[in-house]
């Protein structure tokens, strides 16, 4: 007898559970929706949804994630299909229709961004990428001014860390030099320079020059690696959702200690100066610390928003180049092509300006093409914040939309879509610069590799412009670029941003 009360209580929460279960499947049929096809699981650990948790270390290692999941659409024969992970369903869609309708506008209160605060927020606090709603719409807000257009075009800040570059591969003329490493480099300077007022001077290190920046290089060493290794722990956390706390190892506590004393001397710099000093040093207002030290004193605030820009400044656009010319060295007949329209368009340095850039259309195709073959951001992920609908995926045919409950996680993997022949032409696992001759300008409906709708990437244009500066002016000096890059498929990590795992060894004559 003393059982009977928790009998009544289990019945009646699987009475509930079914009704809603019916209660919505009445409502998929009212709103015209279709079922979506289940993918068929490979083993007990895949019906369980939780093969890619325990085997994920391997998976890693093995740096093939991209691979397995274009293997998984083929296993499905869709390109919306129905999964299973940590015992929940989620959605996994190629369809640009889905990406595009979740991102606009007109349904953004309707999705949100999963556990991303939480698995990010132990590193980002609450800055731009990991935070939501009206903290999000602020930090937006801030951000914006330094990413103008009229900012952007500024690009002769970058002829320095450029020559810099240059100066590093010509110590190594004709040996193999980690590129990866060099770009990083790169971005990272260019960033902390046009953004925080001081560069951090990682390619003076490199060169054995003297640092006029007042952090220790064995810091800025450190720096580099832990933020590396904190990507991959970070999105094993948000994989992992409600189950996250398992994932908290000293090494990651490490990292973003390493990752906030960094940022805590641009920090601690400005708000040591008073507001004249600010007014003084913000170069008309475009360098973001002193702007945003203006309008708050709060340290951890502001090394949340540093670090977010850091993120973006380095990860993403250090991944187009190193892809770029990845896929250059592999195709010497093409960088022999891009280097003579190179040469013939920009001259000189002087030459090279935002509008010049933006009139070659053969550089623009080849950075479209890196973008598309190896997207810097590989995946796009929302969560349902209510009963909702996505546009296509059901049904035998796909066409008819497909009812979306609270909760739901939706995946949409842009290394898969960026394969469709549909939308990119015949072979698409090429790098065909030429194809983009008969694709429009913008790339169409299916290329979004900065995200669109209200949190698109607002660094999308400087990203572009920093990519086609270095590739100009490396071009301009270096008849030749060779690889040393192992065997298809090349290993590459799966975490927020994606890059090589093994570097990205080219020799330059």
């Not at 590989?378 to 008819?400: I, M």
């Amino acid at each position: 007898m003393t059982y009977i009360p928790y009998l009544i209580v289990i019945a009646s929460y699987i009475i509930y559970k079914l009704l809603h279960r019916v209660q919505l499947h009445q409502r998929a049929i009212k709103l015209g929706c279709k079922p979506v096809k289940h993918i068929p699981p490979r083993n007990l650990l895949d019906r369980l949804g939780i093969y890619e948790i325990v085997h994920r270390k391997k998976l890693m290692h093995l740096g093939t994630t991209f691979e397995m999941l274009e293997e998984a659409f083929d296993r499905a024969q869709v390109k919306t299909f129905e999964g299973t992970a940590l015992f929940s369903s989620f959605i996994m869609t190629i369809e640009p229709e889905n990406l595009r309708h979740m991102m606009s506008l007109a349904h953004f209160n309707e999705w949100n961004i999963g556990y991303r605060p939480q698995a990010f927020g132990i590193l980002l606090g609450d800055g731009i990428f990991s935070s939501e709603g009206t903290q999000w719409k602020h930090s937006r807000v801030m951000l914006r001014p330094s990413f103008t257009k009229e900012n952007i075009k500024q690009i002769t800040k970058m002829e320095p860390f450029a020559a810099r570059v240059i100066d590093l591969i010509k110590q190594k003329l004709g040996q193999a030099i980690d590129m990866q490493d060099v770009f990083q480099f790169f971005t990272m300077d260019f960033t902390t320079d046009l953004l925080l007022g001081e560069s951090s001077d990682s390619l003076k290190d490199a060169l054995g020059q003297h640092s006029s920046t007042g952090i220790d290089p064995e810091l800025k060493r450190q720096f580099s690696i832990a933020f590396d290794e904190s990507s991959n722990y970070l999105m094993t956390r948000m994989i992992l959702g409600p189950l996250m706390f398992l994932v908290n190892p000293k090494t990651l506590q490490d990292a973003i200690k390493i990752q906030h004393k960094f940022v805590d001397y641009y920090i601690e710099k400005a708000l040591a100066m008073t507001s004249h000093e600010l007014n003084e040093k913000s170069d008309d207002g475009t360098i973001f610390l002193y702007q945003l030290a203006h309008e708050t004193k709060d340290p951890i605030n502001l090394r949340n928003q540093i670090l977010s820009i850091i993120l973006a400044g380095r990860n993403t656009t250090s991944g187009l180049m190193t892809f770029l010319f990845a896929q250059l060295s592999k195709n010497p007949e093409i960088y022999c092509k891009l280097r003579d329209i190179i040469r013939q368009d920009f001259p000189n340095v002087e030459s090279i300006t935002f509008d010049s850039i933006q009139n070659c259309d053969y550089l623009r195709w080849c950075i479209n093409e890196t973008l598309r073959i190896n997207p810097s951001v590989p995946f796009e992920s929302k969560t349902a914040s209510v009963d909702t609908t996505l546009p296509r995926g059901g049904g035998v045919d796909e066409k008819a939309p497909i009812f979306i409950a609270k909760g739901t996680r939706i995946v949409y993997p842009l290394w898969v879509a960026n394969r469709n022949e549909e939308h990119f032409g015949e072979n698409t696992g090429e790098f065909i610069p030429e194809r983009w001759e008969q694709l429009p300008r913008s790339g169409g409906i299916a290329f979004m590799p900065f995200s669109v709708g209200p949190r698109a990437c607002l660094g999308q244009s400087l990203a572009l412009t920093e990519a086609a500066y270095i590739t100009i002016r490396l071009l301009q000096t270096f008849d030749s670029c060779e690889s040393h890059l192992g065997p298809e498929p090349l290993r590459k990590t799966s975490s927020a941003t994606m890059r090589l795992m093994d570097g990205c060894e080219l020799s330059f004559k």
